[in-house]
């Protein structure tokens, strides 16, 4: 050490200030009553700030008197080291106070942003250490990696408090049709409210994301119900406001932005068209080169697959959502069908709700055309190994089937989506369920995904034939999707008389052309 002394008592002194503001930052969730008592809105926050100047000063008080002792002579030293103990005993006192004072239910809550907090702390300690004893030690080198790396850290403790990163909206909303009300669902570069405004009926309204009251502030992902009449060839805005940090007492917000307007049109003529989009997987580039062939369109089926599965929110983010929002642009309506790949992975659970949706099996009508949504699930048996033990989607499918059964259609001209066609791939006797119904309520077409290849199902094999020869009134369409080299699209398009299905890949090649009467 160069024979240099650490000053210890100026030393311990630092650490004890370091841990009482981590106990006064743990303490947050009631910084919303010290504000009144400040006289000034933020001002807990203010003081932490102080607090954290202060072990700032402390750093370098110490290392001025590790280092240059001859300056510790000087007034300013001395007037800087009582300003900084003296602020330093105020945290101390004050740490303690509130972990006498806060009570059982307060200090329980403490001791769990204090486990969060963690990280945090050894940010502290790591920049002490590095700043002022490690440089101590010998070598050049050894000094400018001690800053370089104090210097990071520093970025990274400022950076939990305060992000860093751009707050910004990232995707187009898209408006799902959930069968009983419209969800307008975009997302945002972190965590942050949502909300839609529009006018109906000569009012303003403001709706947000939310759960029973409680607006939603922990995710990337917004979805806000609103009626079909309010939103029905309406125009309307998005907006969000980034939450830094949520407690049981107030919270910590930072910037809001918005887009829009939209305008929102629903298309209910004898004469309208969708565009069919299936299993992306990740291959946006090509689906959309796929889809620019298509031409215009009035609404946007998705039969599902955008990713390998549901891990993180992210990946909804990146591969449904912008997805949905850059096809409909916010304008068109969309109908989606969970693929077998959404039903994967730890996020799997939460995406239904965050797309605002009660369940994925529903109805949704448009003019004199209606369509049944079902949910397939996955396509092998629930104690598949894939699944570790994580699937239940039998019981989901049986659920689905009584409900299905007991449905009752609101037009005659009816077409069925299902990821795939089958509806319960393991199971036969849901599968003959599902599609007996389909029979009986004279459903036209069933429209499905899945298995990556653009064809109508033609009886090419004895289980296709069976199935044709006892239902041989629907049509069953497989969207292309990825292929692996290609990317095929389809557009659907309806009128009193039929309806007409064509496929297009992402190199501009017809894959196929047909017309079918209801």
């Known amino acids: 050490m160069n024979n240099r002394r650490i000053p210890a008592i100026m030393s311990a002194l630092l650490f004890l200030t370091v841990i009482a503001v981590t106990v006064f930052h743990a303490y947050r969730m009631v910084w919303v009553f010290f504000d009144p008592n400040l006289r000034f809105t933020g001002g807990a926050m203010g003081l932490f700030l102080l607090l954290c100047f202060n072990i700032g000063l402390l750093c370098c008080l110490t290392g001025i008197r590790l280092y240059k002792p001859a300056l510790c002579e000087s007034g300013v030293y001395k007037a800087a080291k009582v300003i900084s103990y003296i602020i330093s ?10 972990v006498i004072f806060g009570g059982r239910e307060t200090n329980s809550v403490m001791l769990l942003y204090l486990k969060k907090d963690l990280p945090l702390v050894t940010a502290f300690l790591i920049i002490i250490i590095l700043l002022i004893f490690f440089p101590a030690l010998y070598g050049k080198r050894q ?52 909300y ?88 946006l580039k090509q689906a959309y080169d796929a889809v620019s062939y298509l031409g215009d369109y009035d609404a946007v089926l998705l039969l599902g697959d955008p990713s390998p599965g549901m891990d993180f929110e992210e990946q909804a983010v990146n591969y449904l959502v912008e997805f949905a929002g850059r096809l409909s642009k916010g304008e068109k309506p969309v109908v989606y069908v969970r693929g077998n790949h959404e039903t994967r992975g730890n996020f799997a659970s939460y995406l239904p709700g965050y797309l605002g949706y009660e369940k994925l099996y529903y109805s949704a009508d448009f003019g004199p055309y209606s369509f049944v949504v079902l949910d397939s699930g996955e396509d092998k048996p629930d104690d598949h190994i894939e699944y570790g033990g994580m699937t ?32 319960s791939e393991p199971e036969e006797e849901l599968s003959a369920k599902a599609w007996d119904r389909i029979k009986e309520i004279g459903a036209r077409a069933v429209l499905s995904g899945h298995t990556h290849e653009c064809r109508f199902i033609d009886g090419r094999n004895e289980a296709e034939e069976a199935h044709l020869l006892k239902y041989p009134d629907t049509v069953i369409y497989n969207d292309g999707g990825h292929s692996g080299k290609t990317y095929t699209a389809s557009k659907l398009t309806l009128n009193e008389k039929g309806f007409a299905i064509e496929a297009v890949d992402n190199n501009g090649k017809r894959i196929l052309s047909k017309e079918f009467e209801w």
Request: no cysteine; aromatic share 14%; charged share 20%.
């Open 89 to 98: 005993a105020v945290s101390i006192i004050l740490a303690a106070g509130i």
């Open 143 to 194: 000094k400018v990696a001690a800053i370089l790396l104090s210097a990071i850290t520093a970025l990274g403790f400022l950076g939990v408090i305060f992000p860093l990163s751009p707050f910004k909206i990232t995707s187009e909303p898209a408006v799902f049709d959930t069968g009983s009300d419209y969800s307008v669902v975009f997302s945002s570069s972190s965590r942050s409210t949502g």
């Open 196 to 283: 839609v405004e529009y006018e109906y009926g000569g009012k303003d309204y403001k709706v947000y994301s939310q759960i029973d009251g409680r607006i939603t502030g922990d995710r990337l992902i917004h979805s806000v119900n609103i009626p079909y009449e309010h939103l029905r060839n309406n125009s309307y805005r998005i907006g969000s406001t980034r939450v830094i940090e949520e407690f049981s007492y107030g919270s910590r917000t930072g910037k809001t932005v918005t887009a829009g307007p939209f305008d929102f049109k629903v298309n209910d003529s004898a004469e309208q068209s969708y565009l069919l989009v299936s299993d992306w997987h990740t291959y």
């Open 392 to 423: 239940d989607y039998y019981t989901n499918r049986l659920r689905m089937t009584e409900w299905f059964d007991s449905f009752e259609p609101h037009s005659d001209k009816i077409i069925v989506l299902s990821h795939a066609w089958q509806v």
